[in-house]
């Protein structure tokens, strides 16, 4: 069945790049996104890329999709206090009515 | 744009007692709508879509239930809460292509 993972938690200092990794099942997903969830809310999309691309850059974020290894990752360049959060991997396909969710890396960052 | 809304942000609830938490979307017609719940420190559980008025579909047997009554209005209910309820609920949305989903603030649900 289709299945989402990410590890749990990671730390990084002020100024520093994170990266969260995140690996999937299904190869015929179409999209696969990149969430954040500050302490309290819903989550904000941050970034998405789709499954013809292997790279895709937005400011301080840059998206890497190995499809070969079903492998996603986010780097976070310059990581700041306010990158603090949760962070969710999530898959879907074109048409389709489920994305399924990884179950979020928490990011702490250490001033 | 696009807004979504839902509430209350927060409910404290007995066991025992019903619940109505509803959701609206602004600036999109024939949206897909859903709920999620999250439990503490875990993930997102997908507990209903609905891609029109009055179809629901349910991904997880529970005590809960969905409806839509109108095209942009989604609520999430119960007739007798259970203390296993308690979590952060999330509506959402996405266009009728089923892609990218979009998130209401929450509510969190505390069953006593």
């Known amino acids: 069945g289709e299945d989402v993972e990410q590890s749990l938690f990671l730390s990084v200092r002020e100024g520093d790049s994170s990266v969260i990794n995140c690996t999937y099942t299904?190869?015929?997903?179409?999209?696969l996104y990149w969430y954040k969830q500050e302490p309290g809310a819903g989550l904000q999309l941050l970034t998405y890329?789709?499954?013809?691309?292997d790279m895709k850059q937005d400011q301080r974020l840059t998206v890497l999709l190995n499809k070969k290894d079903k492998h996603l990752s986010l780097r976070i360049a310059d990581t700041q206090t306010g990158d603090s959060a949760i962070y969710f991997c999530?898959?879907?396909?074109?048409?389709?009515?489920?994305?399924?969710f990884g179950a979020g890396t928490r990011l702490f960052v250490k001033a | 744009s696009q807004t979504i809304h839902q509430w209350p942000a927060t409910l404290v609830q007995p066991v025992g007692s019903p619940l109505s938490l509803e959701c609206t979307v602004e600036?999109?017609?024939?949206?897909?709508l859903y709920w999620y719940r999250q439990a503490a420190g875990r993930g997102l559980q997908l507990l209903f879509y609905?891609?029109?008025?009055?179809?629901i579909s349910s991904e997880v047997p529970q005590n809960l239930s969905a409806s839509r009554p109108q095209d942009r209005q989604f609520i999430l209910s119960s007739k007798k809460l259970l203390l296993s309820d308690s979590g952060f609920y999330l509506c959402?949305?996405?266009?009728?292509?089923?892609?990218?989903?979009?998130f209401g603030e929450g509510s969190w649900l505390t069953v006593v």
């Open positions: 959402a949305w996405s266009g009728n292509s089923g892609n990218t989903i979009y």
């Open positions: 299904d190869s015929s997903s179409t999209y």
């Open positions: 890329i789709f499954s013809n691309m």
């Open positions: 999530a898959e879907s396909m074109a048409g389709g009515f489920k994305t399924i």
């Open positions: 600036g999109t017609s024939n949206p897909n």
């Open positions: 609905s891609v029109g008025i009055g179809q």
